[in-house]
């Protein structure tokens, strides 16, 4: 069973920057799984933010967010890290770390995290102009 607990959450201003950490365990040995990044905000559906294959360490991200944050995965602290710079009103949201696992892809496949495997608890992020 995959656990996942997110922190790093935070209130900020516009242009400022987070960093989120996801500590992860209970992974199967010898398996690929597809890392994300995801947030919800009020009244809204759940977004793929990034993504990252925990194998090949290919990574993706949502257009929104191109530029901006970095996800990055720390082999040695088993946690998978969302950098996120310039921040805006428009990233506020609950932030969600999931994961899925995968024979080998995560080109499309670390958008089902969210639904079809596990997730965490979740941490706020608050964007003021």
């Known amino acids: 069973q995959v656990q996942l607990v997110e922190s790093g959450g935070d209130s900020v201003h516009a242009g400022g920057s987070l960093r989120l950490s996801c500590a992860a365990s209970g992974y199967t040995a010898n398996r690929y799984y597809c890392m994300a990044w995801f947030r919800q905000a009020p009244g809204k559906e759940p977004e793929g933010v990034a993504g990252?294959?925990?194998?090949?360490?290919?990574?993706y991200y949502a257009a929104s967010v191109k530029g901006r944050f970095t996800i990055s995965q720390d082999n040695a602290k088993n946690t998978i890290d969302l950098q996120m710079n310039n921040l805006t009103p428009g990233d506020t949201a609950t932030y969600y770390c999931?994961?899925?696992?995968?024979?080998?892809?995560?080109?499309?496949?670390?958008?089902?995290?969210?639904?079809?495997?596990?997730r965490g608890q979740g941490t706020q992020v608050t964007v003021s102009s």
């Open positions: 990252v294959n925990t194998g090949t360490t290919s990574t």
């Open positions: 999931a994961a899925i696992p995968t024979d080998g892809y995560c080109d499309t496949e670390w958008r089902r995290a969210f639904d079809f495997g596990y």
